[in-house]
């Protein structure tokens, strides 16, 4: 078992940057791939980034490319995501999840949920 906690969620203005966190525990953290995904007030739960085991490649969904930045520091069982240039249609609760490969962006291929944690974008 894998226990994932996200925070760092909040409100930000337009424009505005904020990081939130994913902190895991049980079984060992640094086997699994990461990915965050988000869900919106009456929408699917969509993929938004995923990186690899050891941290060197990363995934995107378009309409986060250079804008959020996945990250992880495998000491302190932790993976990031960077949110910068925020936009009010990036409101969502947002989750992490473990699963085995960075590439996949369907929710069934991932095993491990954390509880999400909400981030609200005012224009």
């Known amino acids: 078992q894998v226990q994932l906690v996200e925070s760092g969620g909040g409100l930000v203005q337009a424009g505005g940057s904020l990081r939130v966190a994913c902190a895991a525990s049980?079984?060992?953290?640094?086997?699994?791939?990461m990915g965050w995904f988000r869900q919106a007030p009456g929408k699917e739960r969509e993929f938004v980034a995923a990186i690899n085991w050891i941290g060197g490649s990363t995934n995107y969904a378009d309409s986060v490319k250079g804008r959020f930045t996945i990250s992880r520091d495998n000491a302190k069982n932790t993976v990031y995501l960077q949110m910068n240039s925020l936009k009010p249609e990036d409101t969502a609760v947002y989750y992490c999840?473990?699963?085995?490969?960075?590439?996949?962006?369907?929710?069934?291929?991932?095993?491990?949920w954390g509880q999400g944690t909400r981030v609200t974008v005012s224009s």
């Open positions: 049980g079984r060992t953290f640094s086997r699994f791939a």
């Open positions: 999840a473990a699963g085995a490969s960075y590439r996949a962006v369907d929710t069934t291929n991932y095993d491990y």
